[in-house]
């Protein structure tokens, strides 16, 4: 039980040998990275940290006072020294003198470039003003649970008061910028034995003259608000106790396949969504409690947890005790459209002259009873992060209710935050999005050269891919090759026989519950015999078909299915072969099945055109570099057909060919792309060669 208790608790890590000798600015980087190391302190990207330096200033020479914090957009977690602002300390109080009062305040932002320390080009984020004004040289704004749960409960302020008493003050609800900085040097004047302050409904600041002091200070605010919340509530329900049991785990991963890409039809109408699926512990109490949907529509609090997750949640009518998938499927329409109407009719409540035009309406967060939660955005990454920030609205949301009684942000507040021109500025900043950003891609066959490349390729255009493969470690290996370069959010692995009914709808499955669906299906497994007909086996003939034929019909029903589901299209690309429409000698079962391939394609560019899927086909030849199907026997047998050896393979294929060039992965690829693909949304039923040039292989 001891040990239960002492691995909750926040650990110090700071360690004096390591930060001996470190300058101040990187004992703040050192600092920083402690803390955004576990969630309970901060979400990520949320709150940020400062130091006060003295520096030499690079026209005069002489030292002077700067102020390195956080920059914008940034996350104390990962950040790096080149991800602080750095400003002079003595222009930050000049711009006092010119502040017009709080009606004017945004406009400070566009001052605080002309207080640059060193020409540093990182932009100063919106909370500078908070840490300047504190008469301290390290500070720490950080956002944990605990915390905000406090801040976020109705009689927070004599809740701060019982749990910290004098040490740390407390501040009503004030949209972060320049006025609340004021706030914060005001209250440190007349409070100066304080050593931190509670914002109402936003988070924890602390603060001290000492780098290592201030982070053990802000450890130890966080953690007696902890031990102060585990004490009041051990014998209190969560959320008013639970009114429902969660379904297995197999079968909750099945009800969100079948609801992920329905919803994804319905809410990428502007920009194709991916999702995300967390069952956690910490929501299924949630979603299953007799609270959670008065608690849902109350929203989020800090101003960071709403910006991430909208206005509130969506909760699916789903009853888990009488689970039944159709009857929500054709309901959830109607759902997903009075979600939109109330959002809309929100912005219209709140909007004010200039504010900017509405953003996409659609719900973020979709709880569902019994089940979890389903999140989406315009990639992964912020899928992911989002689910996180309502997991820690749900731990806000418990300790509020179970002390006190929680309450969000007042909504023109939280509109007003929202649509921030400060905000809208940010977004219009950011950088155009990707030729795939959105899509999600399964590519079978992906552990040899021309899979693992056409996922690399679309990887590259910004999309998530599904590598599957039936050879598990080399599937392995080329799974972490592409996530340590592209990050682990965007690839995901299923081990995966294409001739295998069961394992195909699984592996479907799967790309729908970690990604919300399917965009684009490459089959490309393969395999590949040579021999004179006489001496090809039945069982020879079989794999060739199984593999060739009824697996690349397997995995195009499953992703058909998919489509309709989601009702935004597709693209099927088939890599084929050369031997596809030339034939070839010692190669009939080879020959046939690629053949085979190639009318099926044709004949599902018929079935899905009226659905906007395409499929098209990619006929390579002799791609010898990477290809797992050029290793062992069909190698050694192709060699002995045109009487050649291994080493001359490569150049009697280039020779062979029209231009006299070989023909690599990355070429393949490439195709695979254009298919992939908006430059070819006309494009169904089509054949492109890439072969170096082949007469026999034209297709007219």
């Known amino acids: ?177 320049y006025e609340l900085g004021l706030w914060l040097e005001k209250f440190c004047q007349d409070n100066p034995e304080a050593k931190g302050v509670v914002l109402e409904s936003h988070g924890l600041f602390t603060w001290d003259d000492d780098a290592r002091a201030c982070y053990e200070l802000t450890l130890d605010v966080i953690q007696k608000a902890m031990d102060w919340f585990e004490a009041k509530t051990a014998d209190t329900a969560s959320f008013g106790g639970p009114v429902h049991e969660s379904l297995p785990a197999s079968d909750r991963r099945s009800v969100a396949a079948r609801l992920m890409p329905a919803i994804r039809g319905m809410v990428s109408g502007q920009q194709h969504m991916v999702g995300h699926f967390d069952e956690s512990d910490t ?87 019994g089940v979890g939660m389903i999140t989406f955005a315009k990639d992964k990454a912020t899928a992911r992060i989002s689910g996180e920030f309502y997991v820690n609205a749900i731990n806000v949301m418990r300790g509020a209710s179970a002390v006190s009684e929680y309450q969000g942000l007042p909504e023109q507040e939280a509109f007003d935050i929202e649509y921030w021109l400060l905000e809208e500025a940010k977004l219009q900043r950011m950088p155009k999005p990707k030729s795939l950003a959105g899509r999600v891609a399964l590519v079978t066959g992906a552990a040899g050269g021309i899979g693992s490349a056409t996922a690399e390729r679309y990887l590259t255009e910004g999309a998530c891919v599904v590598l599957a493969d039936i050879d598990a470690e080399a599937l392995g290996k080329a799974t972490d090759a592409l996530s340590d370069r592209f990050s682990g959010d965007v690839v995901r692995q299923v081990v995966m026989n294409v001739t295998d009914e069961t394992q195909v709808t699984r592996a479907m499955e799967d790309a729908a519950v970690e990604y919300g669906g399917v965009d684009i299906l490459v089959s490309n497994a393969g395999i590949a015999s040579s021999s004179p007909i006489e001496e090809t086996s039945l069982a020879l003939w079989q794999k060739n078909m199984d593999i060739l034929s009824t697996g690349y019909f397997l995995v195009s029903r499953e992703a058909f299915k998919l489509f309709r589901a989601q009702g935004m299209g597709g693209s099927v690309v088939f890599i084929g072969s050369k031997n596809a429409l030339a034939a070839s000698p010692n190669a009939a079962a080879y020959c046939t099945a690629k053949a085979s391939e190639l009318h099926l394609a044709r004949c599902l560019a018929l079935e899905g055109a009226g659905a906007g899927i395409r499929v098209n086909v990619v006929n390579p030849d002799a791609v010898l570099q990477g290809s797992k199907i050029w290793q062992g026997e069909w190698l050694d047998q192709r060699a002995s057909t045109y009487g050649t050896d291994k080493a001359g393979l490569e150049e009697m294929y280039r020779e062979r060919s029209m231009l006299k060039r070989s023909v690599l992965p990355q070429d393949i690829a490439e195709a695979a792309y254009f298919f992939a693909a908006e430059t070819s949304a006309k494009s169904t039923g089509n054949i492109i060669n890439v072969d170096a040039g082949n007469a026999q292989a034209f297709t007219r």
């Not at 004599?158 to 749990?163: G, K, N, S």
């Not at 929501?283 to 947890?305: I, Q, R, W």
């Not at 009488?322 to 709140?350: M, N, T």
Request: aromatic residues 8%; proline residues 6%; negative net charge.
């Open 283 to 369: 929501v299924l109490e949630f979603v299953n409690s007799a609270n959670m949907k008065p608690l849902a529509a109350l929203g989020t609090s800090c101003p960071d947890h709403f910006l991430r997750t909208k206005i509130c949640p969506l909760v699916v009518d789903f009853d888990p005790g009488a689970p039944d998938v159709d009857a929500v499927l054709a309901g959830l329409g109607d759902q997903v459209a009075a979600y939109r109407d109330d959002y809309a009719a929100y912005y219209e409540r709140c909007k004010r002259a200039d504010s900017p035009a509405i953003r996409d309406p659609n719900a973020v967060v979709y709880l569902v009873p």
């Open 1 to 177: 039980m001891l040990e239960a208790v002492e691995k909750k608790r926040l650990l110090n890590k700071w360690d004096a040998s390591v930060a001996a000798d470190m300058s101040e600015s990187e004992k703040l980087l050192y600092r920083s990275n402690l803390l955004g190391s576990d969630k309970r302190i901060t979400n990520y990207g949320g709150g940020n940290t400062s130091a006060k330096v003295t520096e030499t200033d690079p026209l005069t020479g002489d030292p002077v006072e700067v102020l390195w914090v956080k920059g914008s957009g940034g996350d104390v977690g990962s950040i790096k020294l080149d991800g602080f602002a750095t400003l002079y300390m003595d222009k930050l109080r000049a711009l006092k003198g010119i502040y017009r009062g709080v009606e004017f305040e945004d406009e400070m932002v566009g001052l605080l470039p002309h207080c640059t320390f060193n020409l540093n080009p990182r932009a100063a984020s919106i909370d500078t003003p908070l840490h300047a004004y504190v008469p301290r040289k390290h500070v720490d704004h950080m956002h944990p649970d605990a915390i905000i749960a406090i801040a976020a409960a109705k009689d927070s302020k004599a809740l701060t008061t019982e749990i910290f008493g004098d040490e740390i003050g407390w501040l009503p609800w004030k949209r972060p910028g």
